[in-house]
Structures are given as structure tokens and as C-alpha cells.
């Protein structure tokens, strides 16, 4: 079958070559039958031996003939895997990790974590860089989270790690401030002191920030900080310029509330303008109780409606039944429907089926 394919595909690429060539013979012959100072080959000396087979006009073979080749070699191509569970008996480094709490399973999503960690020697490549993280304060389920989410650790030099931290020292972070900074972001240390200072002054100078303020940000969301800053940029615009907050409500909104900074900007927009238009809530309200940005529409819309119906609706904190955006957004809808709006988790479902 495969020989008869291949017989067929020649003589389409030989009709095609033929008529390709009868064109352009055409076009030659026009553009030199004025004079020319080169001579034209006599094509009458060449033999006419380009005879076709009637053998090679064999019909295309159909899919649904019967295959009587081997193909069991063809497949889709696979993207190679990793399992660490064929050599965690045979190597120590792999053990020491697992007793840190390490979840290797994780690791082996990442094609370029296996082969790394295997090379590794736990005396020479790990031992000192577990010592200099437990000097920080962290105790063993932190080695172990802090591993899994940056295996690279091990590539830092010990002394660069030094000299960022004493970075955050020489900048007034305390011992605290820098425990919880390398708890809640595993990458920061993975970042010189000079994009950290870099990322650091942004921050200080697109919001007006005091030096307290810097840091009092940097510990409650050090994840931000080394955060893509197009993507805090553009949130910022989208706070300033299409929600329409003043520099002071955003930056109020950056201290309370640092994680709306890092959301996406699509559903950020959808909470606010339901906020804003169909509930009523003023700006100087929403810059407040940030919190509710975080929330998502359809559960937002979902609470305010079920409100709505039982004529509960009160977010004015000087009138009696007074009811917080923050506990209109927080906890889950058991506690909402019994706690917030007075009523019964089944009372709420079957509202919601009415929507």
C-alpha cells in the first residue's frame, strides 16, 4: 500500500512539473524571439523517453481498506514524565527532603526540578542553605512549603542570601518583618537587592508611601512586591481612571487591601460596577471596606438580592438594621443566610433557584 502511494504521489508531482514547465517554456520563448546574444538549446535533440507506466495510474487506496502493515510503532507524541518514587529508596537528598516535608509529587510537574534535585548532594548542596533559612526563624513545614515552591533555592549563593537579608535589615525590617516576608514569599529571596530596592521605590513613589507605610505593606502582602508591575500598573489605572478613586482612596485601598492589586482586572470591574450602580454604594464607602472589590459578582448579586427579597437592605451604618458590606461578602452562604440576612440556609436556596 505504501509503494502504491508513493507511485501515486510521483505522477501527480510529475503532471504538475510538466504543465509548470510547458508555462515557462511559453514565457521564454516570447521574451527571445527578439535578438539575443544567447543561444537557444534545441530541445528537438532531446529524447523522449518521460513515458508513463500504465501501472503507475493505480487509484488512490481508500481509508477503508484493510491495513496489512505494522503501524503499532505510530503514536501521539507524549511529553516525557518524571516519577521521583523510583529513586527516593536509592537517594539520601531525596529522603532528607521528604523528612522536611518537601511534597515531591509537586516538584515532578516541573520538568527541569528532577534532574536538578538529583545532582544534588545534600551535605554540600542543601545542609547549609536549611541551616541559614532555620537562623531565619523557620521552622520545618516552612522549609518544606518553602522547597516545593522555589526548588531553586539551592542555586542562591549563601552569601547573596546574607547580603539580601541584611538588605531588609539596613532598610528597618526587623527579625518578624523578615520571617514573615520569607514565609508568605517563597521568591523573594531569589531576587537581587537591587530589584528588590528597584520594586520597592515603585511602590513608595507611584503611592506616596512614608517609609512605615512601605514596609507595613511589604509584610502584610510581600507577594505583591515582586509581583508582575505591569499587571499592578494597570490595575492602578483601571482604580484611578475607570472606577474613578482619588490618589489618597487608592492608596487607601493599596494598604487595606494589597491583594486587589494582583486580581483580575475583568472581575474587579464587574464587583465595582454592581457596587456602584445597581446597589448604590459610594466611592468613599467602597475605598473603606476594599474588601468587597475581592468578592465575585454573581455570589455579590446573589446575597444583595436574597436581601433584597426579604426588604433587609441597610448599608447605611447610621440607621437601625444596619447590615456591613464586609459581612455581606465573608464567610460562607450557611453563615450568611442565618447570620446576616436572619433567615434559614434552605430558605436561601430556594431563592436562588427563583434567579
Known amino acids: 500500500m505504501l509503494r502504491n502511494l508513493l507511485k501515486t504521489y510521483s ?106 534535585l538529583l545532582q544534588l548532594d545534600f551535605e554540600k548542596d542543601i545542609k547549609n542553605h536549611i541551616i541559614f533559612l532555620t537562623d531565619l526563624g523557620l521552622e520545618t513545614a516552612d522549609l518544606g512549603w518553602l522547597i516545593t515552591k522555589n526548588p531553586f533555592i539551592f542555586k542562591e549563593d549563601l552569601d547573596n542570601l546574607q547580603v539580601r537579608i541584611n538588605y531588609l535589615k539596613f532598610k528597618k525590617f526587623n527579625d518578624e518583618m523578615i520571617l514573615r516576608i520569607v514565609q508568605d514569599n517563597p521568591h523573594w529571596l531569589g531576587f537581587s537587592t537591587q530589584e528588590i530596592d528597584k520594586k520597592l521605590g515603585f511602590f513608595q513613589k507611584n503611592f506616596g508611601l512614608t517609609g512605615n507605610e512601605v514596609r507595613s505593606l511589604t509584610v502584610k502582602k510581600p507577594r505583591l512586591i515582586t509581583y508582575n508591575l505591569n499587571h499592578v500598573k494597570l490595575n492602578t489605572f483601571v482604580i484611578r481612571e475607570e472606577m474613578g478613586f482619588t490618589p489618597d482612596e487608592t492608596k487607601q485601598i493599596l494598604l487595606q487591601k494589597p491583594k486587589i492589586f494582583m486580581k483580575n482586572q475583568k472581575g474587579m ?78 430558605a436561601f436556596n430556594e431563592f436562588l433557584k427563583t434567579l
Open 11 to 116: 505522477v501527480r508531482v510529475y503532471f504538475r512539473i510538466r504543465q509548470f514547465s510547458s508555462v515557462q517554456s511559453k514565457a521564454a520563448e516570447g521574451a527571445l524571439s527578439t535578438k539575443s546574444e544567447y543561444n537557444l538549446l534545441d530541445t528537438r535533440t532531446i529524447p523522449n523517453d518521460d513515458t508513463i507506466d500504465s501501472k503507475d495510474l493505480e487509484p488512490e487506496p481508500s481509508v477503508l481498506e484493510p491495513c496489512n502493515e505494522d503501524i503499532s510503532y505510530v503514536a501521539p507524541y507524549l511529553r516525557p514524565s518524571f516519577n521521583f518514587a523510583a529513586y527516593v529508596n536509592k537517594s539520601e537528598t531525596l529522603q532528607k527532603l521528604v523528612q522536611l516535608g518537601v511534597e515531591l509529587y509537586k516538584l515532578e510537574k516541573n520538568p527541569d526540578v528532577p534532574p536538578y
Open 269 to 346: 470591574l464587574k464587583t465595582f460596577e454592581y457596587l456602584h450602580k445597581e446597589m448604590n454604594i459610594p466611592l468613599e464607602t467602597i475605598a473603606k471596606m476594599p474588601q468587597v472589590l475581592t468578592c465575585r459578582e454573581f455570589r455579590l448579586q446573589q446575597r444583595y438580592l436574597f436581601l433584597k427579597h426579604l426588604g433587609k437592605i441597610q448599608f447605611d451604618p447610621k440607621q437601625p438594621n444596619y447590615i456591613s458590606l464586609i459581612a455581606l461578602v465573608s464567610d460562607s452562604d450557611a453563615h450568611f443566610a442565618t447570620e446576616v440576612a436572619g433567615s434559614s440556609v434552605n
